[in-house]
């Protein structure tokens, strides 16, 4: 597969209520083509959140509205092959300390290491971050059970008494 420049195409979901920011590298193929996060049934991510919240998620969108979650992902537009993150270069980087001047994000919590890396690079927002494992199948290191422990946190940081 050859390395091409891709374009994220679809914007950040978050509204005026939202409370933390979950970033990703850059969307996978998958995502890309359904234009949402997390789109790839392989990857985690909303049966993470189900856990976390103890719920169905049949409307993704207002979910994240519900919970006061907002999702991005660090790179607006790189070389990549596929959806590989160890492929990404020639990254253009979203102006995500607008986004969260202009909203009520109070943390930030990056998804996999390559998020974690790209936002301690390029980004300088003093609010708190805080690194998780990447909830894709190219982390098959990290059960199911393992994740849901590590994401638990974000809903510390989006419950009402908070």
Same mark, same amino acid.
């Given at each position: 597969?050859?390395?091409?420049?891709?374009?994220?195409?679809?914007?950040a979901l978050y509204d005026?209520?939202?409370?933390?920011? =979950?970033? @990703? &590298?850059?969307? #996978?193929? /998958?995502?890309?083509?359904?234009?949402?996060?997390? *789109?790839?049934?392989? +990857?985690?991510?909303?049966?993470?959140?189900?856990?976390?919240?103890?719920?169905?998620?049949?409307?993704?969108?207002?979910?994240?509205?519900?919970?006061?979650?907002?999702?991005?992902?660090?790179?607006?537009?790189?070389? =990549?092959? @596929? &959806?590989?993150? #160890?492929? /990404?270069?020639?990254?253009?980087?979203?102006?995500? *300390?607008?986004?969260? +001047?202009?909203?009520?994000?109070?943390?930030?919590?990056?998804?996999?290491?390559?998020?974690e890396q790209l936002y301690?690079?390029?980004?300088?927002?003093?609010?708190?971050?805080?690194?998780?494992?990447?909830?894709?199948?190219?982390?098959?290191?990290?059960?199911?059970?393992?994740?849901?422990?590590?994401?638990?946190?974000?809903?510390?940081?989006?419950?009402?008494?908070?």
């Open positions: 597969m050859s390395e091409r420049v891709v374009v994220h195409t679809f914007p005026n209520h939202s409370k933390v920011l =979950i970033l @990703g &590298s850059f969307p #996978s193929r /998958i995502s890309r083509e359904l234009q949402f996060y997390y *789109a790839n049934r392989t +990857n985690r991510f909303w049966s993470v959140m189900e856990h976390i919240y103890n719920q169905q998620i049949a409307d993704r969108m207002q979910f994240c509205h519900k919970h006061r979650i907002a999702l991005w992902d660090v790179i607006a537009s790189c070389s =990549i092959k @596929g &959806s590989s993150d #160890s492929s /990404i270069q020639n990254i253009q980087i979203n102006p995500i *300390a607008e986004l969260v +001047n202009a909203s009520s994000i109070e943390t930030v919590f990056t998804t996999g290491k390559k998020a301690r690079k390029y980004i300088d927002i003093s609010i708190p971050l805080i690194p998780l494992p990447s909830t894709s199948a190219a982390n098959a290191a990290m059960r199911l059970d393992d994740l849901i422990d590590a994401y638990r946190i974000i809903k510390e940081y989006t419950d009402e008494e908070n």
